[in-house]
């Protein structure tokens, strides 16, 4: 019997020339690539194409993007010697500095090496410490499309595992002495590598930071397709752009949580940044460069949320709110991973400063209740022995003052030394709805330094105060 034609066997479909069904290849599931003699494949499944990746690149050929590693030290601070990981003779000939750091910089999408920033950092760096500063310029496969831009992250990744690998293996160079820093694209590229030494080479980076990881196509997408905290034995991240794009709530820095240390300086949107593009999003860049040579500390608290810490709700730097400063002093914590930490910065250069918390302890008296309250804002001068600040305003809109109430808020402004005198100044939000016996019926004021175990309280000698009128507290031993 010719089962081709038999009933419970029908003959295939004939194939019409507009039915082109089966002669469309399925998609691939990856592509491999030659990287330094060997071939590394890469898949083209999920999680790498999800609903947050909807358009899926394969990387380009090595040759195609052109990744160059370019070395500077103190004693070619001003021409770099390039190390090709294909040519072992650059790397062992390399003039490198021995027993000192490795910190190798990654810029981000739409950059290159030559770009200022990355010549600042690598200048401020060489300033710092006689140590090694390695420039990764992946330029080429950075210019846009940016979903391509993506995909290439995965090869430049690899190829910055084996410049590690190599320099460990055939120049001595412990894995120890290595540190990742990664702007935006570079943040995740830094990530690729750290996985690649993981997998490929039984190496772990001690340490991976992350200045604003680029968010679009890494927001709320699988571990390995982006910086996390197991890329490196500490991973710290700076957080400072918020800001939606174009209305919609995507943002060009990732907001989520995904290092052991996830910074927010002013909870991730930054204060000077108004219409100049991109500034929220370069601002990590800054921050870390300052904090190399730092005038003052960066100095962040743990602490869940943003507006907990500027309530004053997390301090001490102790117990469940410890400190740590951002940047390049950033030390591990023992806290678990994805731990937020905050601190406000200055809108201007230097940006950093120091924190205070200041408590307003209301009367809780007979009169005061009577009184029901009163809207004011509150200003403050503080007075110290090395220093005195300008006049601080304790919040942006008016606050509701009433008895037995206290109010805490933290500020930041230079280091004012041991504190000698306060002045306050009760501002009058409501002055064009006048109303007679305006007053506030505040006890003390309480000013804290952070990571310091100093309280000044300084106590109000009337039962009342007046709005819209200056007072002067000093310093004394006497209680409220």
């Not at 992350?210 to 910086?227: C, K, M, Q, S, V």
Request: glycine content about 6%; aromatic content about 10%.
């Amino acid at each position: 019997m010719d089962l081709g034609t038999s009933p419970t066997h029908p003959p295939p479909p004939l194939l019409l020339p507009s039915d082109k069904s089966s002669l469309i290849s399925p998609p691939p599931v990856e592509q491999c690539h030659i990287v330094y003699g060997e071939q590394m494949c890469f898949s083209l499944l999920p999680p790498w194409v999800t609903s947050s990746r909807p358009v899926l690149k394969t990387p380009m050929a090595p040759v195609e993007i052109g990744t160059s590693f370019n070395l500077y030290t103190r004693l070619n601070h001003t021409v770099p010697a390039l190390l090709d990981p294909s040519d072992l003779r650059t790397i062992l000939s390399a003039p490198f500095i021995p027993d000192q750091p490795f910190r190798i910089i990654s810029h981000g999408y739409f950059s290159r090496s030559g770009t200022p920033w990355l010549k600042m950092m690598t200048d401020e760096l060489l300033r710092a410490q006689d140590q090694n500063v390695i420039v990764v310029d992946w330029s080429v496969g950075a210019i846009p499309p940016y979903t391509q831009a993506v995909a290439n992250i995965r090869i430049v990744g690899a190829q910055l595992a084996y410049l590690v690998y190599a320099l460990n293996k055939f120049a001595d160079v412990p894995i120890s002495s290595f540190h990742l820093i990664g702007h935006s694209l570079g943040a995740h590229l830094s990530g690729q590598a750290g996985v690649h030494l993981q997998n490929t080479y039984g190496l772990t980076l001690p340490r991976i930071t992350g200045l604003d990881p680029a968010e679009p196509y890494f927001n709320y997408t699988h571990p390995i397709t982006r910086l996390d905290h197991t890329d490196a034995i500490f991973v710290d991240v700076i957080h400072t752009d918020d800001a939606p794009i174009l209305g919609f709530p995507l943002s060009l820095g990732m907001t989520e949580p995904i290092g052991h240390l996830d910074f927010y300086p002013n909870g991730g949107s930054q204060p000077g940044c108004s219409s100049e593009l991109n500034c929220h999003h370069k601002r990590a860049i800054t921050y870390f460069t300052e904090s190399i040579r730092q005038s003052c500390p960066l100095l962040a608290i743990a602490c869940p949320s943003y507006e907990s810490f500027i309530q004053g709700e997390c301090w001490g730097c102790k117990g469940e709110h410890p400190c740590t400063q951002m940047g390049l002093p950033a030390l591990p914590l023992p806290v678990t991973h994805n731990t937020k930490l905050y601190l406000h910065t200055h809108d201007r250069s230097p940006y950093c400063g120091y924190h205070y918390r200041i408590t307003v302890e209301m009367r809780n008296s007979s009169q005061a209740r009577d009184h029901m309250g009163e809207f004011a804002i509150l200003h403050l001068r503080l007075v110290g022995n090395k220093d005195i600040t300008s006049t601080i305003r304790l919040s942006e809109q008016s606050h509701y003052y009433e008895a037995g109430s206290t109010q805490r808020r933290v500020i930041l402004t230079q280091d004012v030394g041991r504190l000698q005198s306060v002045g306050v100044y009760f501002e009058d939000p409501t002055w064009l709805l006048p109303r007679f016996n305006r007053r506030l019926y505040v006890k003390a004021i309480t000013i804290e330094p952070l990571d310091k175990t100093i309280r000044w309280k300084m106590c109000f000698e009337s039962d009342y105060q007046k709005l819209d009128r200056q007072y002067q507290l000093q310093l004394s031993d006497s209680t409220c």
